[in-house]
């Protein structure tokens, strides 16, 4: 089945410096992936949509600024935080998929990464 | 954009009941609704999905229903184990756009 590989899956880092999140397609390659975000006991929250070869779109509310994509393959997409503070530690999660056509096809997820800004 | 309400937020039932999860979507052009379950710490695994063309779909204990002129759709699990403990989440997306979640469904099943 398709695999989505995420590192690191755990990160620790001070306030005010940058972390980057990888995310990879291992079986296949996907024109889009998907970054999400998921506080404690809550959903998972689109924070943006990556586009191989051309600008993220964020949702409403997220900063492009300050969560940076880039979408550089067909198998790899990754999220800097940058400049993270507190208020941004939370687990962090990419998906892909693998199937197109009209009817939908299910999203696959990387393990996750759990940010703590101290 | 779409919108996906998830209920109830905390399901608690005896070992070997059933367990019924609902949600609705507000996209009438929404046409895949995955389930997901999820354990701590864990990242979402697909358990069972639905497309629009259906109208309900089964796979051993676990049973998908769609209704699309409500626009609700209901995740069924029977015969109910511990291991079923976790959290359940149901999504929408209008082909291969971006999936919208629901809240979640903290299921416990009491041995």
């Known amino acids: 089945g398709a695999v989505v590989s995420q590192h690191p899956s755990r990160v620790i880092c001070k306030s005010g410096t940058s972390v980057k999140i990888e995310c990879r397609s291992l079986?296949?390659?996907?024109?889009?992936m998907f970054w999400y975000r998921q506080f404690p006991k809550q959903s998972l929250m689109l924070m943006a949509t990556?586009?191989?070869?051309?600008?993220?779109?964020?949702e409403q509310g997220v900063e492009k600024d300050k969560f940076l994509i880039n979408h550089a393959s067909l198998t790899l997409s990754t999220l800097t935080v940058t400049s993270a503070h507190p208020e941004d530690s939370s687990f962090y999660i990419c998906?892909?998929?693998?199937?197109?056509?009209?009817?939908?096809?299910?999203?696959?997820f990387g393990n996750g990464t759990r940010l703590t800004v101290t | 954009g779409e919108n996906v309400e998830q209920h109830p937020s905390t399901l608690s039932v005896q070992e070997g009941d059933s367990a019924v999860i609902k949600c609705t979507y507000s996209?009438?052009?929404?046409?895949?609704f995955p389930w997901y379950k999820q354990e701590l710490g864990k990242r979402p695994q697909l358990i069972i999905d639905?497309?629009?063309?259906?109208g309900e779909k089964k796979d051993q204990r676990i049973a998908v229903t769609l209704n699309k002129t409500a626009k609700h759709f209901s995740l069924h699990i029977t015969e109910t184990q511990p291991e079923d403990s976790a959290v359940y989440f149901c999504?929408?997306?209008?082909?291969?756009?971006?999936?919208?979640f629901g809240a979640g469904t903290r299921l416990t099943v009491k041995p």
């Open positions: 990556s586009n191989e070869g051309s600008k993220a779109t964020y």
């Open positions: 999504a929408a997306s209008r082909r291969n756009n971006d999936m919208r």
């Open positions: 996209d009438s052009a929404s046409n895949y």
């Open positions: 998906s892909a998929r693998d199937g197109v056509g009209d009817r939908g096809s299910p999203l696959h």
């Open positions: 079986d296949f390659q996907a024109t889009t």
């Open positions: 639905i497309r629009s063309n259906v």
